[in-house]
T-cell receptor, first 109, second 115 residues
Framework: KQEVTQIPAALSVPEGENLVLNCSFT??????LQWFRQDPGKGLTSLLL?????REQTSGRLNASLDKSSGRSTLYIAASQPGDSATYLC????????FGAGTRLTVKP | ETGVTQTPRHLVMGMTNKKSLKCEQH?????MYWYKQSAKKPLELMFV???????ENNSVPSRFSPECPNSSHLFLHLHTLQPEDSALYLC??????????????FGQGTRLTVV
C-alpha cells in the first residue's frame, strides 16, 4: 500500500524567504505526482502536475521536482508572500490517488 | 473556480436523517471521485466512477451510497450517519480513470456535521 509522507507538518517563515516542502512515497511505480494548495475549509487547488517521465515542473514562483527512484518530490516556493499561507498537499497516483497529510505554511508579513 | 461544483457547501444533519451531496463538472471529464477529509488525517478516497461505472469502493460503510447518473454528475446519498462521519467531503474529476497521466480537479467541498 502506498504511503505518502510530508515534512515538515508545519512551517512558519518571514515574507520574502525561499522555502522547500518535502514529499516522500514508498511505491515508486507511480503515474504522476500532483501538488495542491488548500485554504482553510476550502477545496483543493491544483498547483503542479508532474508526469512519471518528467523531472520537474514550474509555474511562476513554484517549482516542483520528482525523483521517482528515491520516492521523493520537493515543492520550491520562491520569494514567499503572506498570500502563500495555506496547507500544501502532495498526492501520488498509481492505482488510485494517495495524499500526504500536508504541510501547513504560514508566511508572516 | 476549478470547474467542479459541490452543493451544499455546509450541511448539518441528525443521525436519522437522509440527505444527499451533489457534485457537478462540465469539464468533459470521464472520471469522478468522492474523498473524505477528517481533521488531522490525510484525504481518504471513498469511491471512483469511470464512464458512469463504479470502479472502486474503498471499504466505505453502506450508510454512504454513491450515484453517478451521467459523466457530469455525482451524488453521495447519506443515511443513518454517525457523529464520526462529520468531515469535509470533496468531489474531484479527471479526464480519465485511475487518474493516470491526467490532472485532478477538486470542488470546494461540503462541510458535513452529524449531530
Amino acid at each position: 500500500k502506498q504511503e505518502v509522507t510530508q515534512i515538515p507538518a508545519a512551517l512558519s517563515v518571514p515574507e520574502g524567504e525561499n522555502l522547500v516542502l518535502n514529499c516522500s512515497f514508498t511505491d515508486s511505480a507511480i503515474y504522476n505526482l500532483q501538488w495542491f494548495r488548500q485554504d482553510p475549509g476550502k477545496g483543493l487547488t491544483s498547483l503542479l502536475l508532474i508526469q512519471s517521465s518528467q523531472r520537474e515542473q514550474t509555474s511562476g514562483r513554484l517549482n516542483a521536482s520528482l525523483d521517482k527512484s528515491s520516492g521523493r518530490s520537493t515543492l520550491y516556493i520562491a520569494a514567499s508572500q503572506p498570500g502563500d499561507s495555506a496547507t500544501y498537499l502532495c498526492a501520488v497516483t498509481n492505482n488510485d490517488m494517495r495524499f500526504g497529510a500536508g504541510t501547513r505554511l504560514t508566511v508572516k508579513p | 473556480e476549478t470547474g467542479v461544483t459541490q452543493t451544499p457547501r455546509h450541511l448539518v444533519m441528525g443521525m436519522t436523517n437522509k440527505k444527499s451531496l451533489k457534485c457537478e463538472q462540465h469539464l468533459g471529464h470521464n472520471a469522478m471521485y468522492w474523498y473524505k477529509q477528517s481533521a488531522k488525517k490525510p484525504l481518504e478516497l471513498m469511491f471512483v466512477y469511470n464512464f458512469k461505472e463504479q470502479t472502486e469502493n474503498n471499504s466505505v460503510p453502506s450508510r454512504f451510497s454513491p450515484e453517478c447518473p451521467n459523466s457530469s454528475h455525482l451524488f453521495l446519498h447519506l443515511h443513518t450517519l454517525q457523529p464520526e462521519d462529520s468531515a469535509l467531503y470533496l468531489c474531484a474529476s479527471s479526464p480519465q480513470g485511475r487518474q493516470g497521466n491526467s490532472e485532478a480537479f477538486f470542488g470546494q467541498g461540503t462541510r458535513l456535521t452529524v449531530v
